[in-house]
């Protein structure tokens, strides 16, 4: 009976640590430069000491690197052997998705992923009105004040969400929220509906909106339509609608995608 007690505190003691490095190898997914001791620290919650033990055994199987001499730490060339393996290609799955949302709104649909604290365009349909919004693929967008923005900080944990907005929130229109307080509270909003908004808050003249999933592989993505102001309330109702439906239909062509949630 002691034996089976022990072995089981062991188990949970074992499935913790993992659950921990795994923590610890998801903030860094969003900082390809890497974060200070720290920084890592007050992303994951964790005491400074299991973090470092944590990041040196996982830096020993070269899943993480420990840089010199400012001691940042990134993620490994082990992790990237491991993603070439494993890669969904989920951009590919989901553009059906993109063109027939294009087709029904007859408005511009990206695909964005969070990097850092940006959004980065990786797809985009084109609209088929003669004036729409257009962004280059590749292009980086602030997450404070764009629909794709605020869908991505919903994908992620509090705490890494209220590291990004601690780095000052920049206002480019009127209409930009510089509160992260602010941010935080339409963040909330986007876990009952799903949609998140932009109302001239990053360029005057252009609204969208946007949603989110998670791919297997722990991947932020963000389905968005931006629309020109003279458009826009015209549009809203549909927008909302057609995007949860996006949403439904990515997540079922990419098996083990899922929804932003609160946990």
Known sequence: ????????????????????????LRVLEGYPDGLGFAELTAAVGLPRSTVQRIVAALATEQLLLIGVPKGRVRLGPALIRLASATDVNT?????????ALSRELGETVDLSVLQGDSAIFVDQIAGSQRLVAMSAIGAAFPVHCTANGKALLACIPAD?????????????????????????????????????????????????????????????????????????EAKREAMERLLREAQDHAIAAVPGARRPTPA
């Open 1 to 24: 009976m002691g034996w089976g007690m022990g072995a089981a505190a062991e188990d949970a003691n074992g499935i913790q640590v993992i659950a921990r490095a795994a923590a610890i």
């Open 91 to 99: 951009d590919r799955l989901v553009r059906p998705v993109l063109q």
């Open 160 to 232: 890494r969400r209220a590291l990004l907005l601690s780095r000052g929130l920049h206002r480019l229109t009127p209409h930009t929220k510089t509160s992260a307080a602010q941010i935080e509270a339409e963040v909330r909003c986007v876990y009952e509906t799903q949609i998140a908004w932009d109302l001239e808050e990053h360029a005057e003249g252009v609204c969208a909106a946007g949603t989110a999933f998670i791919d297997p592989l722990g991947r932020d993505f963000a389905i968005s339509v931006p629309v020109p102001k003279t458009r826009f």
